[in-house]
Every structure is written in C-alpha cells, then in structure tokens.
C-alpha cells in the first residue's frame, strides 16, 4: 500500500506538479485546493506527509499548521510549508506554531526531495524513540507572545497525564524560562526568535526553551539569587531594573522534576514526569 501524502495548493497546475513528484517517490498524493477540507481530510486519512501553501482563497495556512500541530493525533505529521512569501517577517509571526521545513517557492525537486527526507527522518525518529507529539513554537522577544504559548502549553498539558498541580507547575517554569530567555538571552530585542519545543513521551513531559544569546549562567551574575540567601538580591535587581531572574530560575528548578542548561547557556531543558498510578 502505498503512503498517503497531502499537497494543498491554490494554484492547481503546481500543486497537480507536486502531486506527481510525490507520485514518483512512492506516495499516493491527494491534492486540495482551498483550505477547509484540510482538517477533515487529515482526520479521516492521516497522511504521512502535508505539503501546505500559506496562501488559499479561504484560510490562513498558518491557521491550518496550528490546528494540525496542536491535536495530538496530527502533530507527528510532518508540514512542509511551501509558499511565495519567502521574507524571514514571514517565516515569524510572533508566535508560530511550527512547520517541520519552510520552502520558498521557487525551488528545485532537489530542494524539495531534501525537503521531505529530513521531515520523514525527523517522523521515524521520533516513532523510533516513542515520542506520542512533537510541536516547535517560535516566537519573538515579547511578554505577550510568552503568555499565549503558555496557554498553548496548558491546553496541551490537558492531553498529558499530568495533574492540575504538575501542569500549573510546569507552566510557571516556562513562564520564568522564556522570560529569561528574552530578557537576559536576547536583552527584550523583540525581533529575535526564541525557539520551544514540547515534547510528550510514554513517562513524561520534556520542554526546551532556546535563545540565539551569548549564553546565561545565574552563578556568575553578582545580582542573581543565591542558593543560601535567595532573596538579598532584589532590592538591587529593582534598582537595576531587571526582573528577578536568578531567583526565578530557583524557582523553576523547584518546580520540574528536571532542568539541564547546555554548556552554553542559552538552551534549557524542563522535564516533569507523570504521577505513579495510584
């Protein structure tokens, strides 16, 4: 049986295109023309592979990557977002919900055939290592973009086994996280990218917060909490103006089961497992 794969396209010769190069790697390829059949469409088939125009004459393609990658059963299908808006504004809307790869047209059937191997690697892996869901957020330096994942994250969180209290715990690390993230990575630069990935597995809930900073180590800033005297610091930080960073990374640290900075310091790891059966 051959694998199903999706082309949506507004413009039917180039998606007809797509679809017979699809054909000619070995997918039975269906191809739409609008936007609203896609969701049902994904539903009902679950394709192994979306070729997805951002702009149809009905619906935002971005919209559609969104509810496609915040259902569970539709995240690990991997999006290739093909499209005429080719500017880095356009790859980055705020907040986005990722596309596995962005592929501006123009392209080449070799930009597009290395395309669709690094997302169907990228799918295998993850199955390989039992990963239930897969989402990349990107999002720029700003508080308000930081709370709407958040209430991502915790609609996501509802599909987990984690209780109330895990949930809300989580979420407050990644609100302190990303805050660092924009605030100490990225020094509230709002047109640079903060990059999260959520990632769901059978024992727990493992989130990644990234900046493109030099790098972040609490124990060397002179007015960052300290272990045994936590709270010394934030008459100075409020002086400064800053945030009381180092005290929410504490905070944080408390709150998962797991958090591991990289050798840099510009990439934390957050992992809460799931409660024991009771």
Not at 97 to 120: C, D, M, Q, S, W
């Amino acid at each position: 049986m051959k694998r199903k794969a999706l082309v949506v396209e507004d413009e039917a010769e180039v998606g007809l295109l797509l679809a017979e190069y699809l054909g000619r790697l070995g997918f039975e390829a269906t191809l739409l023309t609008e936007g609203k059949p896609v969701i049902p469409w994904v539903y009902q088939h679950g394709p192994e592979l979306i070729l997805l125009d951002l702009m149809l004459p009905d619906l935002d393609g971005y919209d559609i990557c969104r509810q496609l990658k915040l259902e569970p059963k539709t995240n690990l299908i991997p999006i290739i977002m093909v499209t005429a808006l080719g500017e880095p504004k356009d790859k980055i809307r705020g907040l986005e919900v990722g596309a596995n790869y962005y592929l501006p047209k123009p392209f080449t059937e070799k930009e597009l055939t290395r395309a669709i191997h690094l997302v169907l690697d990228w799918r295998r892996d993850r199955l390989s290592r039992g990963t239930r869901g897969e989402i990349h957020f990107a999002m720029n330096s700003a508080t308000r973009y930081l709370d709407e994942l958040n209430d991502l994250l915790a609609a996501l969180f509802l599909f987990t086994r984690l209780t109330q209290e895990q949930s809300q715990q989580l979420a407050v690390a990644v609100q302190e996280i990303g805050a660092n993230a924009i605030e100490w990575g990225h020094r509230n630069q709002v047109d640079r990218i903060v990059t999260v990935t959520y990632q769901i597995d059978h024992e727990k809930v493992s989130i990644v917060v990234r900046d493109t900073g030099p790098g972040f180590n609490p124990e060397q800033l002179p007015h960052a909490a300290h272990e045994d005297d936590p709270l010394a610091h934030l008459k100075l930080r409020e002086r400064l103006g800053l945030r009381e960073g180092g005290f929410g990374i504490l905070m944080a640290r408390g709150l998962v089961d797991e958090l591991h900075y990289n050798d840099r310091g510009n990439k934390v790891q957050l992992v809460k497992y799931f409660a024991a059966p009771a």
